[in-house]
């Protein structure tokens, strides 16, 4: 049996045992195993054999042997590996059973051992098995013997014809009895199924279709033999297909296209991308060994091959200096992918793009477009810009390698100006943001330079266009005049008279340089009105007298606004603030605290006074410690009152001890005097309620009612007013439930007998109308010869009409109607159906057709009335309502 493995050769064979004594075999019992073969096609130098199982080694020359004892009781299989000297491993299967000595012309049922299977499907492949046992001399007992399978290679994709015999599987005993032969497993009996057959009663297995190693590589088949009972004749043997790998399988990319990127200016070697190829292919043969290379690269600035590609792992890297991102930003190759281990007369190929991205790195410094830049300022003005600088970049824009950065390095200490990077055009925007003053500074020359957010890269130095100098010149402008003290601050008594010269509050005009300017002051602000202001020179002066108490003062200071103005072009004003200290003088008597307060009637030990301050609208020194004191006149004031000092703010005010006075209000007046120089004093009265009290010290209810001046006859008074009112009241809601007690027993106005309410009353028909009536209706016919009355639509015979309003509330009857509310219930429904303009009949304009010509009755204007004189119809006002309109027609007399 041969397959093809890279071009070299293993050569499969059964392996059979020598005639041995028992299952146990020592290593020279194995001595005549038959040589495994391998060919490298090279002379197999430096190739290296290798035996999977333990207990068994290969030499060289692929002779196998045991290497300790061994139980063959069962078959036996391990795998050999074979490895050249580039490690590429090829591997085989040995399987290993005891099987019958060699045949002697005496003995019976002769079995030769079968050649190599192959699935070239000759008569020559056939296994034969032998269950023949026999006695041997000297008690030695010939143990059963089986031939074994070796794996059977089928390559993949065979043309056929099918079904295609791989293997001839017979037994000895097939001369004796009928066998019936049958495999079983995957590939048989197992899906995918009936890829393989046996012929039951020849033994010949088949293939019965191409096989694709791809959707499976091996199979494993157990072949059966039984009598036509269905008994086991022999043991199971295991069959092992292998398929062979043809190379039927193109590379096939990941991804059509790969992304990569690298630093332009990277050196030869650096790693770029990676890309690889998947062969479907068994990878350990030739057929799944993929070998990459570039067919093309775009464009081919500088040199046509920038890049190469390791043939075995798919990385790419460039193999020549020169990269610039500025001159080309990305590469497109081509990679190619074939198998064969790149051998383009037998492999299959395929393809993929590889697109190469040339990422910027900042070897370009900034350059301004200028050395020099110029700009105007107006003076006093910010956040405008005055000067724009150009700058170029050939980096990747809007990239940190692009971004550019100014700085101001010298012309500025003040730090007047800032530059600002426009970010969509990358400029530099000289901007002004402390105001700049002409008088003080007519230009600048200030030094810019400009770098990128990024670092330059290793070995790129800066351009000395990445220096420019700016001119700024300064615009005068007319400048509003400035209070040099702003606020200004002055100190003054108050209760200055008018007309006091307090300060002169005047401004300075900045533009010193210009012709002198001329300052007019007015006033802008005066809460209190009590300043003025010279017009030319801003002397203050003040027109009325200033009072710290007022409240336009904020603590102790008053505050007014000044306007200065000159007459430049255009005209331009500034203001400032005078803040005036007012110092406090004693202008200001004390008011007494308390106005109103109450006492017992009888003072008492544990009974405290009323405690009594005073308040000052002036302050320290001119306000407390107060004095209180109590008037000499009347002298009853000191007799029953006494006032004893508690602190500086506070003292005490209570009758004398044992001194009683009737409840009542008393009005004590009390002298207070402050502590100016010279002090102020005031005579205050305060309002005193003398009321018995308990012995807590409280005023008790009818205590307080007595002091504020009702005697006891007044209060039984008011009390006897109280219960009469009551008593009304009381007397009120009895008559009330009494007329509604005598409602609900009230007779009714008819016989009972002759009430219809909540009956029901049936009449006889009266007749059909005017059909049943011996009337001549033709006269009411309309005539067809009056042609006014033919161009009335048909059918017209009155306009009738109900108004659109909303329809008046009748009176709705109680559930449980009371016997004497039926009167009220009439009268009611009368007054609401008479003032319901929704009732019939409808007050309307009533049209009637013709009712023909002719009358037997008389002219009804010829009926004169038998009253003589005027007629009083005032009568019609009775009528109701309905009536009205009659009566103001009608009544009224001469005035009518």
């Given at each position: 049996q041969h397959w093809n493995l890279s071009r070299k050769f293993f050569r499969s064979v059964a392996v059979r045992d020598c005639f041995a004594e028992g299952p146990l075999f020592s290593p020279l019992s194995l001595i005549c195993l038959p040589p495994v073969k391998f060919d490298d096609c090279a002379g197999n130098d430096a190739v290296v054999l290798r035996s999977g199982d333990p207990l068994f080694g290969v030499r060289t020359d692929g002779s196998i042997f045991a290497t300790g004892e061994a139980n063959l009781d069962e078959p036996v299989q391990f795998k050999l590996t074979a490895q050249d000297s580039r490690a590429r491993v090829w591997e085989t299967v040995v399987q290993l059973a005891l099987i019958d000595p060699p045949p002697v012309p005496q003995k019976e049922n002769e079995v030769s051992p079968p050649p190599p299977t192959d699935s070239s499907g000759s008569p020559d492949s056939g296994i034969s098995t032998s269950r023949s046992r026999r006695n041997r001399s000297k008690g030695l007992r010939r143990q059963k013997r089986d031939w074994v399978i070796p794996p059977i290679n089928v390559a993949e994709n065979s043309r056929g014809p099918f079904p295609q015999m791989l293997v001839s599987i017979r037994s000895d005993q097939d001369q004796d009895i009928s066998i019936r032969y049958s495999i079983t497993g995957v590939g048989a009996d197992q899906p995918p199924n009936e890829v393989f057959n046996i012929d039951p009663v020849l033994g010949k297995m088949f293939v019965t279709k191409p096989l694709d190693r791809e959707h499976r590589s091996s199979y494993h088949l157990r072949a059966h033999a039984v009598d036509m009972n269905g008994n086991q004749v022999e043991n199971p043997i295991d069959l092992y297909i292998f398929v062979i790998d043809m190379n039927d399988n193109r590379p096939e990319f990941k991804n059509q296209v790969y992304n990569g990127s690298v630093d332009e200016g990277s050196k030869p070697g650096t790693y770029v991308m990676h890309v690889s190829a998947f062969d479907a292919d068994d990878n350990t043969t030739a057929n799944g060994m993929v070998r990459y290379r570039i067919l093309s690269q775009m464009p081919h600035s500088p040199i046509p091959n920038m890049f190469?590609?390791?043939?075995?792992?798919?990385?790419?890297?460039?193999?020549?200096?020169?990269?610039?991102?500025?001159?080309?930003?990305?590469?497109?190759?081509?990679?190619?992918?074939?198998?064969?281990?790149?051998?383009?007369?037998?492999?299959?190929?395929?393809?993929?793009?590889?697109?190469?991205?040339?990422?910027?790195?900042?070897?370009?410094?900034?350059?301004?477009?200028?050395?020099?830049?110029?700009?105007?300022?107006?003076?006093?003005?910010?956040?405008?810009?005055?000067?724009?600088?150009?700058?170029?970049?050939?980096?990747?824009?809007?990239?940190?390698?692009?971004?550019?950065?100014?700085?101001?390095?010298?012309?500025?200490?003040?730090?007047?100006?800032?530059?600002?990077?426009?970010?969509?055009?990358?400029?530099?925007?000289?901007?002004?943001?402390?105001?700049?003053?002409?008088?003080?500074?007519?230009?600048?020359?200030?030094?810019?330079?400009?770098?990128?957010?990024?670092?330059?890269?290793?070995?790129?130095?800066?351009?000395?266009?990445?220096?420019?100098?700016?001119?700024?010149?300064?615009?005068?402008?007319?400048?509003?005049?400035?209070?040099?003290?702003?606020?200004?601050?002055?100190?003054?008594?108050?209760?200055?008279?008018?007309?006091?010269?307090?300060?002169?509050?005047?401004?300075?005009?900045?533009?010193?340089?210009?012709?002198?300017?001329?300052?007019?002051?007015?006033?802008?602000?005066?809460?209190?009105?009590?300043?003025?202001?010279?017009?030319?020179n801003g002397q203050i002066i003040t027109t009325a007298i200033l009072d710290r108490e007022s409240v336009y003062v904020k603590n102790n200071i008053y505050e007014a606004t000044f306007?200065?103005?000159?007459?430049?072009?255009?005209?331009?004003?500034?203001?400032?603030?005078?803040?005036?200290?007012?110092?406090?003088?004693?202008?200001?008597?004390?008011?007494?605290?308390?106005?109103?307060?109450?006492?017992?009637?009888?003072?008492?030990?544990?009974?405290?006074?009323?405690?009594?301050?005073?308040?000052?609208?002036?302050?320290?020194?001119?306000?407390?410690?107060?004095?209180?004191?109590?008037?000499?006149?009347?002298?009853?004031?000191?007799?029953?009152?006494?006032?004893?000092?508690?602190?500086?703010?506070?003292?005490?005010?209570?009758?004398?001890?044992?001194?009683?006075?009737?409840?009542?209000?008393?009005?004590?007046?009390?002298?207070?005097?402050?502590?100016?120089?010279?002090?102020?004093?005031?005579?205050?009265?305060?309002?005193?309620?003398?009321?018995?009290?308990?012995?807590?010290?409280?005023?008790?209810?009818?205590?307080?009612?007595?002091?504020?001046?009702?005697?006891?006859?007044?209060?039984?008074?008011?009390?006897?007013?109280?219960?009469?009112?009551?008593?009304?009241?009381?007397?009120?809601?009895?008559?009330?439930?009494?007329?509604?007690?005598?409602?609900?027993?009230?007779?009714?106005?008819?016989?009972?007998?002759?009430?219809?309410?909540?009956?029901?009353?049936?009449?006889?028909?009266?007749?059909g109308g005017e059909e049943d009536q011996d009337y001549d209706l033709s006269q009411l016919q309309q005539p067809d010869s009056l042609e006014h009355i033919i161009s009335k639509p048909p059918g017209v015979r009155r306009v009738d009409e109900r108004p659109i309003i909303p329809e008046s509330q009748y009176p709705i009857r109680p559930v449980v109607p009371h016997p004497g509310d039926i009167g009220d219930f009439i009268h009611e429904g009368l007054r609401a159906a008479d003032n319901d303009p929704t009732a019939p009949p409808y007050d309307s304009l009533l049209v009637f057709d013709y009712e023909g010509s002719g009358s037997t009755a008389g002219s009804v204007s010829s009926l004169n009335s038998s009253s003589t004189g005027d007629q009083d119809y005032d009568y019609l006002n009775d009528w109701g309502p309905r009536f009205k309109k009659l009566a103001d027609m009608y009544g009224g007399g001469v005035e009518d």
């Open positions: 190469t590609i390791n043939s075995e792992t798919g990385d790419i890297v460039t193999v020549a200096p020169g990269l610039d991102r500025e001159k080309v930003s990305q590469y497109t190759i081509i990679v190619q992918a074939t198998d064969m281990e790149g051998n383009l007369n037998f492999g299959l190929s395929n393809t993929a793009t590889a697109i190469i991205t040339v990422t910027d790195i900042n070897d370009n410094p900034p350059m301004l477009t200028s050395r020099t830049f110029s700009g105007e300022v107006p003076e006093n003005k910010v956040d405008i810009v005055v000067a724009n600088l150009t700058v170029i970049d050939a980096d990747q824009p809007h990239s940190p390698n692009w971004n550019a950065i100014y700085r101001i390095i010298s012309g500025d200490p003040s730090g007047h100006f800032t530059i600002r990077t426009d970010p969509v055009s990358n400029d530099g925007m000289v901007t002004v943001v402390k105001p700049v003053d002409y008088e003080m500074n007519r230009a600048f020359m200030l030094t810019v330079v400009v770098s990128n957010q990024a670092h330059l890269a290793s070995g790129i130095q800066s351009s000395l266009q990445s220096t420019a100098g700016v001119t700024i010149s300064v615009q005068d402008v007319n400048e509003a005049p400035y209070f040099p003290t702003n606020p200004k601050h002055i100190r003054f008594e108050e209760g200055i008279p008018a007309g006091t010269t307090l300060t002169t509050f005047s401004a300075s005009d900045p533009d010193r340089l210009q012709m002198q300017q001329t300052i007019r002051y007015s006033k802008l602000n005066d809460p209190a009105d009590w300043l003025s202001i010279n017009r030319t306007l200065a103005t000159d007459n430049g072009s255009p005209v331009a004003s500034g203001t400032g603030t005078l803040q005036i200290y007012l110092i406090d003088i004693n202008d200001n008597s004390p008011a007494l605290i308390p106005k109103e307060s109450q006492i017992c009637e009888r003072m008492s030990k544990n009974v405290n006074g009323v405690n009594i301050t005073a308040a000052d609208d002036d302050t320290d020194p001119n306000a407390g410690p107060f004095v209180f004191e109590l008037p000499k006149i009347p002298a009853s004031i000191r007799r029953n009152w006494t006032i004893s000092r508690i602190s500086g703010d506070y003292a005490r005010l209570g009758l004398r001890y044992q001194v009683y006075l009737e409840p009542g209000v008393y009005e004590v007046p009390v002298i207070v005097l402050d502590s100016g120089n010279p002090p102020l004093s005031n005579r205050s009265i305060i309002k005193v309620k003398v009321c018995p009290c308990d012995e807590h010290g409280d005023c008790t209810t009818l205590g307080a009612v007595a002091a504020a001046g009702l005697g006891t006859g007044a209060i039984i008074s008011i009390l006897i007013c109280i219960i009469i009112l009551l008593s009304m009241v009381l007397l009120f809601v009895v008559w009330i439930k009494r007329r509604e007690k005598e409602r609900q027993t009230k007779q009714l106005l008819i016989d009972p007998e002759d009430d219809v309410r909540d009956n029901i009353l049936k009449y006889d028909e009266e007749g």
